[in-house]
């Protein structure tokens, strides 16, 4: 079946650190790969999405290659800010479908 | 303005009640879904309705009935309520039931405490 696996948390960081939040994928075909982000108190967002193999999503500084070799979609950002402490989920959605599979999230945690 | 909004936002219940939550959208959209984030995070969905049909129901126990009375509304009704029922329940809405790169609003969830 499809699934998502993402490296278990909690994840704590200085502030202007490297970041990379890993996430691999089990799917048939070519699934359309998701990161979503949700900031305390509030539901989740999109964060960045990328469709097809080789794509390269980004947002707010945030980076993730959608890697069919490997079967990854890994989370990367250059350098984390305090407001960027939030649970991030990768999830993906088969070709087709309707649904959306999720990882069980990563809390991210960041210090001034 | 909140585009998906569920309440209430917490709800503390005994074993055996029934209780509803509540969602509703202001974005126009055709689908909505309800998902289940347990007590490990992780976040599976339940139901899915297209302009009030349902068209996605994972294997949830019939204690669990959505109810859609419009397009904007997708409520959640939950008979006679276990211990293992205790979650993180969160609405989402979507443009269209399907497509590669869609994107799903949530709401921002409704902790479910069963003693």
């Known amino acids: 079946g499809n699934s998502v696996t993402q490296m278990e948390g909690p994840v704590t960081l200085s502030e202007e650190a490297f970041l990379t939040i890993n996430c691999t994928y089990t799917a048939t075909g070519y699934p359309s790969l998701f990161w979503y982000v949700q900031y305390p108190g509030e539901g989740l967002q999109l964060l960045l999405k990328a469709t097809k193999a080789d794509d390269k999503g980004s947002n707010k500084g945030f980076e993730a290659t959608y890697r069919k070799e490997t079967t990854s979609f890994h989370l990367e950002k250059g350098s984390v800010q305090v407001s960027d402490s939030a649970v991030y989920f990768c999830?993906?959605?088969?070709?087709?479908?309707?649904?959306?599979?999720f990882g069980q999230g990563t809390r991210l945690t960041i210090n001034p | 303005d909140t585009a998906v909004s569920q309440t209430p936002k917490y709800l503390v219940t005994q074993m055996g009640n029934d209780k509803s939550i509540k969602c509703e959208q202001n974005?126009?959209?055709?689908?909505m879904y309800w998902y289940k984030q347990d007590s490990k995070k992780f976040l599976k969905i339940m139901f899915s309705?297209?302009?009030?049909?349902?068209?996605i129901n994972e294997t949830v126990p019939n204690r669990f009935s959505p109810k859609s009375p419009d397009k904007a509304h997708l409520n959640l009704h939950i008979n006679s309520l276990e211990l293992g029922d205790s979650a993180v329940y969160f609405c989402a809405s979507s443009p269209l039931p399907t497509g590669g790169g869609d994107i799903q609003y949530f709401g921002a969830g409704t902790r479910l405490s069963v003693l």
């Open positions: 309705y297209n302009n009030k049909e349902l068209i």
């Open positions: 999830a993906l959605r088969r070709q087709g479908a309707q649904k959306l599979v």
């Open positions: 974005l126009g959209h055709d689908t």
